[in-house]
């Protein structure tokens, strides 16, 4: 293969335990670069007022911001994806995901078997190490974390 696309490290945090309790939020290696995350959440209240901060960083001496950050609502998301970038990162894992339907969310929020796919990101990164940095945004307030780090390595 000619490029190594992988997960390195996945942390999950809620900060409202009465709204989002995580249950699980890991990677498993199925084989040397392919590397699953699982998440599990279960959302206690319904919500259809979710904003999403994305940012990606680069490592480089520690992580660096790099190419973007932005702010998605994800609740317009849902119903007609608008957001380049956002398009690309859900892409990646829809299929593996029952997040797909229009708000409100309430219940179990599941993410299974999702390992990246250089074919499905359609694009090719300088190689390093990167960190993807979501905050879940409920009703205005920080409501829970997850920061995805990856490697991309066009293997010469
Ligand atoms: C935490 O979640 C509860 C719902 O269970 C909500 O009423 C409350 O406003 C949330 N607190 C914060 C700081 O967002
Ligand atoms: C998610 O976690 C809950 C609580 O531990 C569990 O009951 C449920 O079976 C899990 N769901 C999946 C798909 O793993
Ligand atoms: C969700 O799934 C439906 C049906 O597969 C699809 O038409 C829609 O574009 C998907 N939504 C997003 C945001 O990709």
Same mark, same amino acid.
């Given at each position: 293969?000619? #490029?190594?696309f !992988?997960?390195t490290?996945?942390?999950?945090e809620s900060?409202?335990k009465? =709204?989002? #309790?995580?249950h699980?939020?890991?990677? &498993? *290696?199925?084989s040397? %670069?392919k590397i #699953? /995350? %699982?998440? %599990?959440?279960?959302?206690?209240?319904?919500c $259809?007022?979710?904003f999403?901060? +994305?940012?990606?960083f680069k490592?480089?001496n520690? &992580?660096k911001p =790099?190419?973007?950050k *932005?702010?998605l609502? +994800?609740?317009?998301?849902i119903k007609k994806?608008y957001?380049?970038?956002?398009i690309?990162i859900?892409?990646l894992? @829809?299929?593996?995901?029952?997040i %797909?339907?229009t708000c409100? &969310? #309430?219940g179990?929020q599941?993410i299974? +078997? /999702? &390992?990246l796919?250089?074919? !499905?990101l +359609?694009?090719?990164?300088? $190689?390093?190490?990167?960190l993807?940095a979501l905050t879940w945004? /409920?009703? @205005?307030? !920080?409501?829970?974390?997850?920061n995805?780090y990856?490697? /991309?390595?066009?293997?010469l």
């Open positions: 293969e000619a #490029v190594i !992988k997960f490290n996945a942390v999950c900060y409202n009465s =709204w989002i #309790v995580i699980n939020c890991r990677l &498993y *290696a199925i040397r %670069n #699953v /995350f %699982n998440f %599990n959440g279960t959302m206690l209240h319904p $259809s007022h979710i999403i901060d +994305g940012q990606l490592r480089a520690g &992580y =790099w190419l973007f *932005a702010t609502d +994800g609740c317009r998301f994806s957001n380049p970038i956002a690309l859900f892409n894992f @829809k299929e593996f995901t029952n %797909n339907h409100p &969310y #309430v179990p599941i299974e +078997g /999702f &390992y796919r250089p074919e !499905k +359609g694009l090719v990164l300088p $190689s390093g190490e990167y993807l945004l /409920f009703e @205005k307030r !920080k409501q829970f974390i997850t995805l990856f490697s /991309f390595t066009e293997d």
